[in-house]
């Protein structure tokens, strides 16, 4: 009877054991992918900001053309 009971215990043990490393690589891939896409938003905020830096510049470059095209018809 005792060794029933610790066989229970054993496979309850290793059971738990496997859903605990099946959970520990479900946190690693998710770990993973949150990393890649923390990279990839990165990556798209330096985009983001050289793209607002060259259409700030070129609407400046509009703004002194109008401004110039204005001053030459006033």
């Given at each position: ?24 690589g479900t946190l ?9 896409i923390g990279n ?35």
């Open positions: 009877m005792k060794s029933t009971q610790i066989k229970l215990a054993s496979d309850n043990q290793n059971k738990d054991a496997q859903e605990i490393n099946s959970a520990m690693d891939e998710v770990t993973i992918n949150n990393n890649e990839k938003i990165g990556h798209t905020v330096v985009t983001l900001a050289d793209q607002t830096k060259n259409l700030k510049n070129q609407v400046s470059r509009l703004n002194k053309i109008i401004k110039g095209v204005s001053n030459l018809i006033s």
